[in-house]
């Protein structure tokens, strides 16, 4: 499975845009970038998923070069909702057992 | 519809105690996952199950800990002998069998004083 580096933790300001860059070195050709959200004492939540190129959906945009060796989650405009944890993940979509790996995510806190 | 819904939604227990979490998946998903979160930390993959099957247990942590899934619908936990350190909130999850994108319940909280 391709493991995922991303940062531990990010500051923002309400209305800036907020871009959380993930390595994926060893992605695998199947494997494609899936994105949750998790707010305080609730569960993570699909934000986004993509294979290349770019994907934009209403809560975010997803930014994937041709090497597919990073991504890119891009939050525009971000509230003092939007502080949460945000984790990466990498693999074959089509085995639902594939995509399991979390790892610590990145901890980002916006402030007013 | 409803979501995926987990009980207790606390449990405080003893060291020694036995105890029992419960997940109700969404209708309909084949794919099961409990994962483990410590406080502030990220998620532990613990188990997996398509169906009533589990393809991979390798998250288990111990001997002390089961889970088992009645057809395609709800799953049971277990963690025997509770020790201190599985303080931690469980979560499950549910997927579609066509899709790997995972529905997450609220989680249960266990304590173990």
């Known amino acids: 499975l391709a493991k995922t580096t991303q940062p531990i933790s990010m500051d923002s300001y309400e209305g800036q845009e907020v871009n959380i860059t993930c390595s994926h070195n060893?992605?695998?050709?199947?494997?494609?970038i899936t994105w949750y959200q998790q707010f305080p004492s609730q569960g993570p939540r699909f934000i986004i998923q993509g294979y290349k190129t770019k994907v934009t959906n209403e809560v975010a945009s997803l930014f994937i070069p041709a090497d597919r060796k990073s991504s890119t989650l891009s939050l525009p405009r971000v509230s003092l909702s939007d502080t949460a944890v945000y984790y990466c993940l990498v693999g074959d979509k089509w085995d639902a057992g594939n995509m399991l790996t979390f790892g610590g995510g990145t901890r980002l806190m916006v402030k007013p | 519809g409803a979501g995926v819904s987990q009980s207790p939604s606390n449990k405080v227990t003893e060291k020694g105690k036995d105890v029992e979490l419960r997940c109700d998946p969404i209708s309909g998903h084949t794919a099961l996952y409990w994962y483990r979160q410590r406080l502030g930390q990220g998620l532990e993959f613990l188990i997996y199950?398509?169906?009533?099957?589990?393809?991979?247990k390798s998250g288990l942590p111990s001997d002390r800990f089961s889970a088992e899934r009645t057809g395609e619908s709800v799953s049971t936990l277990t963690i025997q002998r509770t020790q201190q350190e599985d303080s931690a909130v469980y979560l499950c999850?549910?997927?579609?069998?066509?899709?790997?994108?995972?529905?997450f319940g609220p989680g249960t909280r266990l304590t173990v004083l």
């Open positions: 060893n992605i695998a050709t199947n494997d494609y």
């Open positions: 199950f398509q169906g009533n099957s589990a393809p991979d």
């Open positions: 999850a549910s997927s579609p069998y066509t899709s790997d994108t995972q529905y």
